[in-house]
């Protein structure tokens, strides 16, 4: 709880900050690429939607206006080192609007900004001909050769939601050719940062989150990167080493890769590097060293509500399922074999704002079986996926569900809805 607290501290002070150099376009937005660790939770939340849309406006003015233009605007700076800092900002302007229209349902944003992401996402092959990203500027993906890797797989899943974004606003040919263009650097990748036999390159923490979170390898890499992702997880004594651009991505790759355990355990760290560890160190800004506000640590709070309290947005994005009309709950309790020495969380209340109404999911792992307690806003509906992957569709309403861990002697848990109250 006072983790939450103080990130939705650090989120409205950001918010009301808006960190800047100067008045001038390019010296209010130094930090624009940051927009892609806190905004999504700022629309997740239903919250600051006036401000965000003044930032995209600033943003929208970076952009090239015609495909052949270059990705930056001249005079920004005489070596071209901001280069690459403004192809994070086109990531972040992608990221945002995609964020806006997943959880606070604005389409008009995407139909009022649609020439810039097309313009913008097209001219990235004028302005990285080799479709990797050498060198970037920008701190978001940390130095040297796997700053690189990171970041041109930034850039392919910017790529992907622009072509996404195409097909939702009715370009289907800009679908087409955007997607081509993200296959494109998807090769150049895999050229470039994976090994004969499948391995990565170069391997650390962010490396491998990169590269899994954003689909860039085949089943059998996947397998490795995964272990590799592990054990350097295990290697760090189970804390977060990953830099800003991907830090958001960290648990969710964790968890994907079958590893919830190590998710939690690295949650609930309290020596530093972690988030706990700074909250009990008195910091009232979030970081994960001490005294070290980093605006990425927000990225957490996804997590948190996505996964350990389980409330999902719908993965299918049409107009009639988006914005939380339809969600899915699937709560991931820490308990099973992977959690020996007993389940570190024991019960969850979590409550989401939305355009449609407020979502609220409690659960409880109690002696003989686990519970789940949910409330669906009217006019939205559910797909309660329980642990043990029963699932069950529920409409507005108060909805309660058990999972016996032990149901007639056979070791088969079951699932019931019972009646809430």
Known sequence: NELIEVMHQSIEGVALSVPMRGVAVDERLPDAAYQTAWVPVLAQENRAHTLISKWLDDLA????LTEAA????PGLGEHGAELADDIASFESFVQILWALYRHQDDFHLLEQHYQQ????ALAIRHSCPELLRSDPYSPLYGRGFSASLVATACLYGSLKTASRISGVVGQLADHELIDNLAQEVRLAFRNRFL????????????TCVAALYHNLLEENERVLAERELIA???????HCEVVPGVLRAFLPTVTQAGRLDLAYMVLLQTSQPSWLGSVHAGDRLVARQAGRFDIADIGLIEWLVESMAGIQIDQDYSVERNGYRSIRVRPMPPFGQQFLAGSP?????AKLATLHGVFEVSWRILDEAFEVEVVIPPSCQAVVTMPDGLEHTVRSGRHRFVMDF???????????ERKAG
Do not use: C, K, M, W
């Not at 003015?61 to 090239?64: A, F, G, K, V, Y």
């Not at 090994?195 to 962010?206: E, F, I, M, V």
């Not at 350097?232 to 189970?238: F, G, L, T």
């Open 61 to 64: 003015l970076r952009l090239p």
């Open 70 to 73: 270059s990705v930056y605007a």
């Open 117 to 120: 992401i097309r313009a913008g």
């Open 195 to 206: 090994t004969r036999d499948g391995h990565l390159a170069y391997s650390d923490q962010s």
């Open 232 to 238: 350097h997880v295990e290697s760090s004594n189970y």
């Open 345 to 349: 969380v024991q019960f969850v209340d």
């Open 406 to 416: 032990d149901a007639g002697g056979d070791g088969v848990p079951t699932l019931l």
